[in-house]
């Protein structure tokens, strides 16, 4: 199985400060047909997981502009551009790539 | 609006069996895959099967592969999930969710099945 490294794992941030995740993959996330599967989920405390990107920097309809993906191959990254309470919860990469789909072990955003 | 609501959780012993459910709505069922994702108790979120859209076809992760079966009724706008020889590893929080071009768009809100004598 494709494992998903992502780092930090812990992520104190201060409100209307930047923030960034970053997630590797243990073997190339480019489809054979030239796409690359790889998505963000935010899980806030509480709640099922919500889709923020696919396809590595595609947003999602409703996800503030604050939110963006980038990176290619096995090495990716998302950032929240400015933190806003509401971002607070646990963001995970996965591929969908390779069957079983993986995700990272998570990363949590909370707020200093 | 598009809704996944899951049901069937419960407490089952080690050896027993259980079905969830996953009742859809609000877009046409038999165009799309599903998916069935769990998450143990304050762990991370764990893919275990996936059935295409004209049933035939399953994928299962090796963790389950041989004792969990996914399923599907068009006419019920349902997924299912059949879990047998259930084991304490396999307490969790369980989700359906979307698929859509290798990634999920939609998810439940999780029913919770918990293994233990």
């Known amino acids: 199985d494709v494992v998903m490294t992502q780092s930090p794992l812990s992520l104190p941030v201060t409100l209307g400060q930047p923030a960034s995740i970053s997630c590797r993959s243990s073997?190339?996330?480019?489809?054979?047909?030239?796409?690359?599967?790889l998505n963000w989920f935010q899980q806030r405390p509480g709640q099922s997981p919500r889709r923020l990107i696919y396809e590595v920097s595609n947003r999602d309809s409703g996800v503030p502009d604050r939110f963006s993906g980038s990176g290619s191959g096995t090495d990716f990254t998302l950032r929240i551009s400015r933190v806003e309470a509401e971002d607070v919860g646990v963001y995970y990469c996965m591929q969908g790539t390779h069957w079983p789909w993986t995700f990272g072990q998570g990363t949590k955003v909370e707020i200093k | 609006q598009v809704q996944l609501v899951e049901s069937g959780g419960g407490v089952v012993q080690p050896g027993g069996s259980l079905r969830l459910s996953c009742a859809t709505s609000g877009f046409t069922f038999s165009r799309y895959g599903f998916h069935w994702v769990r998450q143990a108790p304050g762990k991370g979120l764990e893919s275990l099967a996936f059935i295409f859209y004209d049933r035939d076809n399953q994928k299962y992760a090796d963790s389950v592969k041989g004792r969990f079966t996914i399923s599907r009724d068009n006419s019920k706008n349902t997924l299912y999930l059949q879990m047998n020889s259930l084991r304490p590893e396999d307490t969790a929080l369980y989700y359906c969710?979307?698929?859509?071009?290798?990634?999920?768009?939609?998810w439940g809100q999780g029913t919770l099945v918990t293994v233990s004598s």
């Open positions: 073997q190339s996330l480019v489809h054979n047909d030239g796409n690359t599967y």
């Open positions: 969710a979307r698929d859509v071009k290798y990634s999920a768009d939609y």
